[in-house]
């Protein structure tokens, strides 16, 4: 009788290649900035880039990251916002930088950083 219950279960089992699949195709949709925004450094310095969704508290940080120059990094808008508000800066004391907006899924790039909201970019 268990010979026949164990025959059961493993015919209604999901095939071992489904799981892997999904993680997969996840992985490259989250690699791939699906629904996601971008920002790439092609300035000379490796900076600190910050966004948070438009008009949101300025504890409200979606992305806080260290930027290399040629590197690019995604994050994940908050849905429903249209903006997302994207800062760089020399470092986590700076108190001076630059700002600019991009739509949740745009790539924004850094063409050139100078302090004081003297930054080139590009969409």
Known sequence: ?????????????MPRHVPAL?????????SSGASAFCIENHADAKLLFAARPENSASSDWSFFKWIKPGDKHCGRPQ??????EVFVFVDEEALEGCDTHTSPTGTLRLQSFSPFDNCAWSE
Do not use: D, E
């Not at 009788?1 to 089992?13: D, G, L, S, V, Y």
């Not at 999904?22 to 989250?30: E, G, K, P």
């Open 79 to 84: 849905k429903g916002r249209s903006l997302v």
């Open 22 to 30: 999904a993680l997969y195709a996840t992985l490259a949709l989250w």
């Open 1 to 13: 009788m268990r010979r026949k219950q164990a025959h059961r279960i493993r015919q209604f089992a």
